[in-house]
């Protein structure tokens, strides 16, 4: 590293800064310039739509080869023309309109009719040659803009002159339109109401504009900064957002007298305005992908299974409910445009391979800061709400500048931070690799819960991979097998972690590893119960001897991957390593005693299946055992450092410890490297090991590995706790029928609405309280078996969604069977 001399003046210091000053602001401009050219609008068309009036609810379903759209009427589901495919759809007081796939026609319908079988159209709009792009209702008027940004109105603004420019958006609130100039992405207003047009247009002023949405007599936007902006009348306070911060805000829906958004970070849902009505319980912890708004009520579609939710006074129970279409919708209208933020990851099943979906997405900063002062000016004083924010331009520097200095900052402190651990683990020279592990063998004890297996790939590079983690591990096995031996040094590796037992201890503790200490297998070994001299009851696992295992490298890589996790992982949620035994060929792991045994046993077992009274023969505490067990691997994949993929969840590693807390154990197909190492370990092949009925088709079948392998095994465990079957099983009804999947068994039930029949009948039907809870669980547990890795959740995400499913019965643990005091509910954070 170059230092600068000890004579450094001030004055060069200032030409440095100068100079990096110079290169920010060259670099924004030319950002700006890029970006100026064009108007992302977000919510300029959608695929949902709601109509106050008449309390209906509209959408165009996806995953079928017609877009069509579906209607939700007094309880009932209406078809509108099953045979057409629709774009974009949008709704008024009493009628719906929707642009055609392909944009040459506009069609509308009067939803004030007295039956639900149909709906009649009328043909607004036909040229095959001047296509329609956006489209806005209001609350009589209809408008839509062509591919070129020409605004065309019919019906309430028969009489409205609209100006001859040219739009990148549009929306329509009350007797007026507004719209975002493609060339400024300034704010025109027009419209029978002009009162309120003009007001909203001279209040947005000269302000550059992403997008807006608009209301009864107001309009909300983020402008290219990122911040959010509401103009227009404030009688309710729809004004006035609970928090304003730079890239806060992705999507808008605004009602009467009230204003909904999309907040970018978790995609939750926020409210303001309408006296606190729209601010409900069924939007808690739920991600949304868009919403749109009525008079007096609000809908969502959400990203869990992209069903619709709709809250607010105006609806039907005014505390919101789910809307049942019976069809999953489609998050974005199908394009066969390429998509310059990426494309939505279910795009190709839900546009039944016509189009695409494109994600929308804010860019970072696109406003050039003008020249820099040499001291910030003092702020100016605040606004009231139905003002015009004019901002001078020391403001938009100041954000600026702090958007850049808080990200030039975090930068610098990651970089110096991984230089430092590259230094401290000599990652950077070659010394630290992704550990290999043992393939499983071939067990058929009873509670593994299936078989195990290994995929036995022709050479490869995956091989030349493999090959290098063995004698790093051979590598890391010497150095570690020289810091065990100095117990009582500190500088042991494992001295303050775990205790070194010798073989004699350990036989003792077993009567010898008698068949009747017996108490299941792992992943090398066979594992006891023992008790310790002093009293405590343990696990110990013992590496298979003899021709049961034929290579020692195997048992020794298994070994030393438990060891090598189990020293350094801590959480509520793992099987606590207590000590370790490595003497001549013997090698055993000592555990702390899960009295309660795995959870395989409780759910498949024959002892155990016939017992009604089980504890487990609850739906909540099925939730809370999933939980648990979900926030274990959530450490491993999130907060180990660095992290480990498990490589062989299923329900027979999970263990139940005396206070029935749920605890991930058997860490012997473990792999574990540096952030950037799983990050990039999709273009790294790796033999696929795991058990039959868990393991990860894409793993298996491509020798691809990454986190989300282990979120396949959870699912399918969740599943298991769901219909009480085994991972692989035979139909008792049908004698000599082939084994079957429980995915294949229980997932077309789920998709189809029908979970009640596949439901474990020992647990009997969810109560009241219950009922959304378990429907959770299986959507959950549905998007996590996926074929594509890339479409399975985050366990991230399965952890907030188990949390809620929770939280939805948690509050009548208390009269079960269980006392409250001995169910531990704890936070993601423990």
């Not at 920010?24 to 109509?51: E, N």
């Not at 793993?699 to 399918?716: E, F, M, P």
């Amino acid at each position: 590293m170059t230092k600068l001399p000890s004579h450094t003046t001030p004055t060069t210091i200032s030409a440095a800064d100068g100079f990096i000053l110079s290169v920010i602001v060259a670099f924004l401009s030319v950002v700006f310039s890029l970006l100026s050219s064009t108007a992302d609008a977000l919510g300029s068309g959608s695929t949902i739509a709601v109509s106050y009036g008449s309390g209906t609810v509209c959408a165009v379903v996806a995953a079928q080869r017609t877009q069509r759209i579906l209607c939700h009427r007094r309880g009932a589901v209406v078809a509108v023309l099953p045979d057409i495919s629709f774009s974009e759809i949008a709704a008024g007081r009493n009628f719906l309109c929707g642009i055609r796939s392909g944009g040459y026609s506009l069609l509308c319908w009067d939803l004030n009719v007295t039956q639900n079988s149909s709906f009649y159209p009328k043909r607004i709009y036909f040229n095959d040659t001047v296509l329609l792009g956006n489209l806005s209702v209001g609350d009589e008027q209809v408008c839509a803009t062509t591919v070129d940004g020409v605004v065309k109105c019919w019906r309430g603004s028969n009489n409205v002159t609209v100006p001859e420019l040219n739009f990148g958006s549009i929306s329509s609130g009350v007797g007026f339109t507004c719209g975002i100039l493609k060339n400024t992405s300034r704010v025109r207003c027009w419209g029978s109401n002009n009162t309120i047009a003009n007001k909203i247009e001279t209040q947005f002023g000269d302000r550059s504009m992403l997008s807006i949405s608009a209301g009864g007599s107001h309009v909300c936007g983020v402008d290219r900064g990122g911040f959010l902006f509401c103009h227009g009348n404030n009688d309710s306070g729809q004004l006035n957002p609970p928090s304003n911060s730079s890239l806060e805000f992705s999507a808008l829906a605004l009602g009467s007298v009230h204003s909904c958004a999309i907040r970018e970070q978790y995609k939750s849902v926020v409210c303001w305005g309408g006296g606190g009505e729209y601010s409900v319980n069924v939007t808690e912890g739920v991600s949304f992908e868009s919403i749109v708004s009525g008079w007096n009520f609000t809908c969502g579609l959400t990203s869990l299974n992209l069903s619709i939710i709709c809250w607010g006074p105006g609806w039907e129970n005014g505390s919101g409910s789910q809307v049942n279409l019976r069809a999953e919708i489609l998050p974005g209208p199908c394009v066969q445009s390429s998509c310059k933020c990426g494309v939505y990851l279910h795009s190709d099943r839900l546009c039944f391979s016509s189009g695409t979906i494109c994600i929308h997405c804010l860019p970072q900063i696109l406003s050039p800061p003008p020249p820099i002062p040499v001291s910030p000016p003092p702020p100016p004083p605040p606004s009231p709400p139905d003002q015009p924010r004019s901002s001078p331009p020391s403001k938009e520097l100041t954000r600026g500048l702090l958007a850049f200095g808080i990200i030039g900052s975090f930068g610098c402190f990651a970089g110096l931070c991984t230089v430092i651990y590259c230094l401290w683990t000599g990652v950077c020279f070659g010394d630290k690799k992704i550990h290999n592990s043992v393939q499983p063998t071939i067990t058929r004890d009873g509670s593994n819960g299936g078989v195990t297996t290994s995929n036995n790939s022709p050479p490869s590079r995956s091989s030349t991979i493999r090959r290098q983690g063995s004698s790093t591990i051979r590598r890391q096995g010497s150095r570690m097998l020289t810091m065990r031996r100095q117990r009582s040094g500190t500088s042991s590796k494992h001295a303050e972690r775990a205790e070194e037992f010798s073989l004699a201890e350990l036989a003792a503790a077993t009567n010898d590893f008698s068949l009747e200490n017996k108490i299941g297998s792992g992943s090398f070994g066979v594992v006891y119960r023992g008790k310790l001299w002093d009293g405590r009851e343990v696990a110990i696992k013992r590496g298979e001897t003899g021709q049961k295992l034929k290579k020692l490298q195997e048992k020794e890589s298994a070994f030393e991957s438990e060891l090598a996790f189990l020293s350094r992982l801590h959480h509520k949620h793992l099987v606590r390593l207590v000590g370790f035994c490595e003497e001549r060929d013997e090698r055993l792991l000592v555990y702390e005693y899960m009295k309660n045994g795995a959870l395989y046993d409780h759910l498949h077992n024959k002892n155990n299946v016939e017992k009604a009274s089980s504890l487990l023969n609850s739906w909540k505490m099925r939730i809370k055992i999933a939980l648990d067990a979900s926030r274990g691997i959530e450490y491993l994949h999130n907060y180990a450092v660095p992290p480990i993929i498990h490589r062989d969840i299923k329900s027979s590693n999970i263990l139940l410890d005396v206070n029935w807390i749920a605890r991930v154990s058997d860490f012997g197909l473990s792999l574990m490297g540096s952030e950037s190492e799983c990050e990039n370990r999709e273009n790294q092949p790796i033999k696929a090991a795991g058990t039959v009925g868990y393991i990860d088709p894409e793993y298996y079948g491509l020798n691809v590995l990454t986190a989300k392998s282990d979120v396949y095994g959870l699912g399918v465990v969740l599943l298991e706790l769901l219909t009480g079957k085994r991972a692989i099983f035979k139909d008792g009804e049908n004698e000599g029928s082939p084994p079957i999947s429980i995915v294949d068994y229980a997932v077309p039930a789920i998709m189809a609405g029908e979970l009640m029949k596949v439901m474990d009948p020992r647990v009997g039907l969810p109560a009241l309280n219950e009922v959304e809870a378990v429907e959770l669980v299986a959507y959950t547990a549905m998007h996590c078996v996926h074929l594509e890795g890339k479409e399975r959740p985050t366990i991230a995400d399965i952890v907030s969604n188990l949390e809620r499913a929770l939280t939805l019965c948690v509050d009548d643990l208390s009269h079960g069977s269980i006392s409250s005091g001995s169910i531990s509910i704890v936070s993601a954070a423990d």
